[in-house]
Nanobody
Framework: QVQLVESGGGLVQAGNSLRLSCAAS????????TGWFRQAPGKEREFVAA????????HYIDSVKGRFTISRDNAKNTVYLQMNSLKPEDTAVYYC????????????????WGQGTQVTVSS
């Protein structure tokens, strides 16, 4: 069993940065891939970024490439999403999710989910 807790959201102006954290409990977290998803009001939850269990492989949605960076520290059971050059269209609730080993971009393949953290970017 893995429990995930997101933090680091907030209100920022466009062009600024935020770093989200996803803290996990459970001894097996180091064997889990982790994904970040986001959901804006009235929209479907969409994939943002994901990282393999080892940190060696990552995936990003095109709209965040070059601006967002996903990383992990297995010693701290934490995955990070560094978000730079934020835009108003990045406004959403951000969720982290876990699944064994291999990162994928489809949300239904993730077994565990956090409660989400709100990110609001003002223009």
């Amino acid at each position: 069993q893995v429990q995930l807790v997101e933090s680091g959201g907030g209100l920022v102006q466009a062009g600024n940065s935020l770093r989200l954290s996803c803290a996990a409990s459970g001894r097996t977290f180091s064997t889990y891939a982790t994904g970040w998803f986001r959901q804006a009001p009235g929209k479907e939850r969409e994939f943002v970024a994901a990282i393999n269990w080892s940190g060696a492989g990552t995936h990003y949605i095109d709209s965040v490439k070059g601006r967002f960076t996903i990383s992990r520290d297995n010693a701290k059971n934490t995955v990070y999403l560094q978000m730079n050059s934020l835009k108003p269209e990045d406004t959403a609730v951000y969720y982290c999710a876990g699944r064994p080993f291999v990162a994928v971009t489809t949300r239904h393949e993730y077994d565990y989910w956090g409660q989400g953290t709100q990110v609001t970017v003002s223009s």
